[in-house]
C-alpha cells in the first residue's frame, strides 16, 4: 500500500488561497468518492475537515473545499487565517476495501 | 456527545505484547466501522486495521499483518488491539477512529502512546 502524495509544505498570507493536491492511482482516490482530509494541529487528534471528496462535516468553515479531478484529489483554503496553520492529510479508500494517508502537508501562514 | 478514549499504551520490549483498549460512548458504536491509525514521532498518519460493524470483515495494513488483531465488543461499546511481536518500528501514538461505512475517519480519540524499546 502506498502511501497517497500530498507536497511537503506549502504556505500563504494570511486572506490568500491555497491548494494542496493528494495524488493517488485509480484502484484509490480516482475509483472511490471516499476521499477525506484531516487537520491536525500540534499534539491534537486529527479532524475531520472534507468527506466524499468535497462534503463539509457540520461546525467547519465554507472556507474549506475539496475537488477531484482523475487521480488528484484537492483540499483549497481560501481566506486564509492564523488559525488554519496545521498539518493537513489526506486519506482514501482503496480497492483492497483498506485506507491510505497521503505524506502530510504543513501549512504555514505567512 | 462522541467521546473515544484510548487506553493501555506504554513501554515494551521488543518482541513482546501489549493491548490496547478504546471505550466509545455518545453514538452507536454498534452501527460502525471502526479503525486504528498510529502516528510515529514527528512522522505521518498510517492506517493500521479495522472493522467491520459485526466484526465480519477485517482489514490490516501490510506492516502489521500477522502480528497484530483487531477486535471489538459491542456490548460493551469497546475497541481493541492486541499488539504481539512488537519492533522499534511500531512506536507511535496510536489513535481509535469511527469508520462510517468505510468512507472516512469522522471521530477520533486522543491518542495513546506505544514506545517499544529495550
Known amino acids: 500500500q502506498s502511501a497517497l502524495t500530498q507536497p511537503a509544505s506549502v504556505s500563504g498570507s494570511p486572506g490568500q488561497s491555497i491548494t494542496i493536491s493528494c495524488i493517488g492511482t485509480s484502484s484509490d482516490v480516482g475509483g472511490y468518492n471516499y476521499v477525506s482530509w484531516y487537520q491536525q494541529l500540534p499534539d491534537k487528534a486529527p479532524r475531520l475537515m472534507i468527506y466524499?471528496?468535497?462534503n463539509r462535516p457540520s461546525g467547519v468553515s465554507s472556507r474549506f473545499s475539496g475537488s477531484r479531478s482523475g487521480n488528484t484529489a484537492s483540499l483549497t483554503i481560501s481566506g486564509l487565517q492564523a488559525e488554519d496553520e496545521a498539518d493537513y492529510y489526506c486519506?482514501?479508500?482503496?480497492?483492497?476495501?483498506?485506507?491510505?494517508f497521503g505524506g502530510g502537508t504543513k501549512l504555514t501562514v505567512l | 456527545e462522541v467521546q473515544l478514549v484510548e487506553s493501555g499504551g506504554g513501554l515494551v520490549k521488543p518482541g513482546g505484547s501489549l493491548r490496547l483498549s478504546c471505550a466509545a460512548s455518545g453514538f452507536t458504536f454498534s452501527s460502525y466501522s471502526m479503525s486504528w491509525v498510529r502516528q510515529a514521532p514527528g512522522k505521518g498518519l498510517e492506517w493500521v486495521s479495522s472493522i467491520t460493524t459485526n466484526g465480519a470483515y477485517i482489514y490490516y495494513a501490510d506492516s502489521v499483518k500477522g502480528r497484530f488483531t483487531i477486535s471489538r465488543d459491542n456490548a460493551k461499546n469497546s475497541l481493541f488491539l492486541q499488539m504481539n511481536s512488537l519492533r522499534a518500528e511500531d512506536t507511535a501514538v496510536y489513535y481509535c477512529?469511527?469508520?462510517?461505512?468505510?468512507?472516512?475517519?469522522?471521530?477520533w480519540g486522543q491518542g495513546t502512546l506505544v514506545t517499544v524499546s529495550s
Open positions: 486519506s482514501s479508500y482503496t480497492s483492497r476495501s483498506t485506507q491510505v
Open positions: 477512529a469511527s469508520l462510517p461505512l468505510d468512507r472516512y475517519f469522522d471521530f
Open positions: 466524499d471528496v468535497s
